[in-house]
C-alpha cells in the first residue's frame, strides 16, 4: 500500500490568520495520524507564514508515524533538519517569494550542491527525496547524487487529468518505471486530490507514498478529516 503523509502547512496558515493557537496544529498532527494518516509533512520556509521553525521542533514530540520535512536546503532549514532529525527530509528548490512549490530541481546543473547535503543528512540517519520533474534526465541525474528516494511533482499531471486528458499520466509512468530500474523510491505530491489520486496511484509501479495537504485539508472542510483520510487510505490501497 502506498503510504499518505499529510501535510499540516494549511492548518497553520490558519491559525496564524488569527493568532493564538487555534486550531491547534499539535492536536490536529495527532488526530491524523490517530485517524489512519500514515506521515506527517511540514514545508517551514524562511518568513514562516504558515509553519514556524518552533513548530517542527515541538512536533518531534508527538509525530509517531513517519516524521517528513520539506523544504529549500538552505542554512536555516539544514539546522533544522539536523536538529530534529525526521525520517525524511525532502529537498524542494523553492524561491523565498514562492507560494507553493512550482518545479522540480535541476539536479545535473545542481549535482554538486545537492550531493553535498544529501551526504550530510544521511550522514546523521535522514533519508533524503529530492523532488524533480518527471524527466528522466533529472531522475538519472537524482541516481548520481546517491539520493535514497525522488519526490515526483505531479502538478502536472494533476492539471491534465483535470481536463479530461489522461495520457498526462504516461511520463510519470515512464519516470516510475526508470527510476525502478535505477532502485530510487519513488514519492509523489502536489495536486493530487480524491478526485486523481486512484487513477494516479494504480498507473504508477513501486509508489511508496504521497504527500498531500492543500487538497486534502480543503475536502475535509465539507466531509471531515476522519472520513477524508480513509477515503484516501481506500484509493491508495
Known amino acids: 500500500m502506498t ?27 495527532t488526530d491524523i495520524q490517530k485517524f489512519g ?8 520556509r524562511p518568513d514562516e507564514r504558515h509553519i514556524r521553525y518552533q513548530d517542527a ?26 536538529q530534529i532529525k525526521p525520517e525524511q527530509v525532502t529537498l524542494v528548490p523553492d524561491t523565498v517569494d514562492a507560494i507553493t512549490s512550482n518545479a522540480g530541481w535541476n539536479t545535473i ?12 543528512f544521511q550522514r546523521n ?22 539520493t535514497d528516494r525522488i519526490e515526483l511533482y505531479t502538478e502536472s499531471f494533476a492539471h491534465q487529468y483535470s481536463l479530461g486528458n489522461q495520457k498526462g499520466i504516461e511520463p510519470y509512468v515512464t519516470s516510475a518505471v526508470y527510476a525502478n530500474e535505477l532502485q530510487l523510491g519513488i514519492n509523489a505530491g502536489h495536486d493530487l486530490s480524491l ?22 485539508i480543503s475536502e475535509a472542510l465539507y466531509l471531515g478529516l476522519d472520513n477524508v483520510i480513509n477515503m484516501y487510505l481506500q484509493k491508495l490501497k
Open 125 to 146: 540517519g535522514i533519508r533524503t527525496s529530492i523532488f524533480v520533474d518527471p524527466v528522466l534526465e533529472m531522475i538519472e541525474g537524482a541516481k548520481k547524487i546517491g
Open 3 to 29: 503510504k499518505l503523509s499529510v501535510n499540516i502547512n494549511k492548518i497553520a496558515t490558519l491559525r496564524n490568520a488569527r493568532g493564538g493557537n487555534v486550531p491547534d496544529l499539535l492536536k490536529v498532527a
Open 37 to 44: 494518516g500514515q506521515g506527517i509533512t511540514i514545508h517551514p
Open 195 to 216: 478526485d486523481n489520486i486512484q487513477f494516479f496511484k494504480q498507473n504508477i509501479p513501486g509508489l511508496l507514498e504521497v504527500s498531500i495537504g492543500h487538497a486534502l
Open 109 to 120: 546543473k545542481n549535482a554538486a550542491f545537492l550531493t553535498e547535503i544529501t551526504q550530510e
Open 57 to 82: 521542533r515541538d512536533l518531534k514530540k508527538i509525530v509517531y508515524t513517519e516524521y517528513n520535512i520539506e523544504g529549500n536546503p538552505e542554512k536555516s532549514f539544514i539546522d533544522l533538519v539536523l
